[in-house]
């Protein structure tokens, strides 16, 4: 059964310096999210792509987090500096024309 | 608004059945999700009423919907120590995005 891949599966960094993390949605999902999900939280959404165009970043804090996802298949995550408040889980999740949205096994980040 | 809400933590025995409630706020609403936490990983896609529906039953899952009172139910059959994890609730727009807000989360413990 396919799978959104996601790496690393943890991160533990100090904090200012830069973190990315990866994403490879399942193949042929045109739709690409990356939600954010602090523990005791549900997750929320950080980006959507739909193939290598961004539709909705509205809650991606831009002055330190970045994506792109350049040829429309996989996506990268980047946050410079990293702060003591982005330690969260990063979850990755695709879609393709149906509604489901399927999600990858997540990045734990720890900013220490 | 955007809100959807759970109630924290549910404890049953094994073999029982377990009902996990939900709210939401958007009555624009047109796909309900319920999807299923285990520690440290990812969101696996339980099961999802259209808006116009009811009811819907997959096995031992039953989702109920009331959409005059925005309240949506997951109803776990012959629950199981397998089944003990943080069941998150969504609701999706009918916009062109998709976009998934989610509960906090409901804990389930299992007790044998």
């Known amino acids: 059964e396919a799978e959104v891949a996601q790496s690393p599966r943890y991160k533990i960094t100090e904090k200012s310096q830069a973190v990315a993390f990866w994403c490879d949605p399942i193949?042929?999902?045109?739709?690409l999210y990356w939600y954010r999900q602090i523990l005791g939280q549900g997750p929320e959404l950080l980006v959507q792509f739909q193939d290598e165009s961004v539709v909705d970043d509205s809650q991606l804090p831009k002055d330190r987090f970045s994506a792109e996802r350049l040829k429309g298949v996989d996506s990268t995550l980047k946050i410079q500096p990293a702060e003591l408040g982005d330690s969260a889980m990063y979850l990755c999740?695709?879609?393709?024309?149906?509604?489901?949205?399927?999600f990858g096994p997540g990045t734990r980040l720890t900013v220490t | 608004g955007e809100d959807v809400e759970q109630s924290l933590f549910l404890s049953v025995r094994e073999g029982d059945s377990s009902v996990i409630n939900c709210t939401y706020t958007?009555?624009?609403?047109?796909?309900l999700y319920w999807y299923k936490q285990e520690p440290g990983a990812g969101l696996q896609l339980l099961t999802y009423?259209?808006?116009?529906?009811d009811m819907k039953q997959d096995q031992r899952l039953t989702v109920l919907l009331n959409k005059k009172d925005k309240h949506l139910s997951l109803r776990i059959a012959d629950t199981q120590t397998g089944d003990s994890a943080i069941y998150f609730c969504?609701?999706?727009?009918?916009?062109?995005?998709?976009?998934?807000?989610f509960g906090s989360g409901t804990r389930l413990l299992v007790r044998p």
């Open positions: 999740a695709s879609k393709a024309g149906d509604l489901m949205q399927y």
């Open positions: 958007d009555s624009s609403s047109t796909y």
């Open positions: 969504a609701e999706s727009r009918g916009d062109s995005s998709y976009k998934l807000i």
């Open positions: 009423i259209f808006s116009n529906m």
């Open positions: 193949s042929g999902h045109a739709t």
